[in-house]
């Protein structure tokens, strides 16, 4: 089973960009689509953007729509968040997940998930 780590969260003032990374160890890293979801402060966790498994088909949520963009590296064992244009509802906590697309842009989660890394966008 493939294990989880984030990273490249911090503070950064509204209009500002951040990358996160998500990198992943296992041999099977590959055969997974991959997700980003994230958490605000006293709220649900909320989908943010997912990546079939060779990089080919990308799914984001409306809200970051042409801010955000997933992408993977396969022989680095690695996905990607890059976001632009942050504002300050943005700040979450992100995590990294594994999954598998039920249809053309239906994400599924399995139970695979990074520790999150914190971002927050001040105004």
């Known amino acids: 089973q493939v294990q989880l780590v984030e990273s490249g969260g911090g503070l950064v003032q509204a209009g500002g960009s951040l990358r996160l990374s998500c990198a992943a160890s296992?041999?099977?890293?590959?055969?997974?689509?991959m997700g980003w979801f994230r958490q605000p402060p006293g709220k649900e966790r909320e989908f943010v953007a997912a990546i079939n498994w060779i990089g080919t088909s990308t799914y984001d949520t409306d809200s970051v729509k042409g801010r955000f963009t997933i992408s993977r590296d396969n022989p680095r064992n690695t996905v990607y968040l890059q976001m632009n244009s942050l504002q300050p509802e943005d700040t979450a906590v992100y995590y990294c997940?594994?999954?598998?697309?039920?249809?053309?842009?239906?994400?599924?989660?399995?139970?695979?998930w990074g520790q999150g890394t914190q971002v927050t966008v001040s105004s």
């Open positions: 296992g041999r099977t890293f590959s055969s997974y689509a």
């Open positions: 997940n594994a999954g598998y697309f039920s249809g053309t842009s239906s994400y599924r989660s399995y139970d695979i």
